[in-house]
């Protein structure tokens, strides 16, 4: 099967980016924990569970993307609403 096709999120406007690395400092534990682990093995290894790989139908959110919110959620007891937020 070929590459998979993940949904657009939207997450790499020029704003969004700008301000992230303006309002988080250096050393803050968020931006520590996305240097230690390797989200997309994680999501390499979660794409092949999908039917059909995420090549076929309709396509899935990024999966590490959607890790690293259910990690936020834990972390800081947060339901999926306010992790959106």
């Known amino acids: 099967?070929?590459?998979?096709?993940?949904a657009e999120t939207g997450r790499q406007t020029f704003i969004g980016v700008h301000l992230y690395d303006q309002m988080v400092p250096v050393q803050h534990f968020l931006r520590q924990l996305k240097g230690i682990i390797d989200w997309k093995r994680f999501a390499c290894r979660l794409i092949k569970l999908y039917k059909g790989e995420g090549v076929v139908g309709r396509p899935p959110f990024d999966l590490a993307l959607v890790l690293k919110m259910e990690r936020i959620a834990y972390?800081?007891?947060l339901s999926e609403r306010q992790v959106e937020e």
């Open 1 to 6: 099967m070929g590459p998979e096709q993940l």
């Open 75 to 77: 972390l800081y007891h």
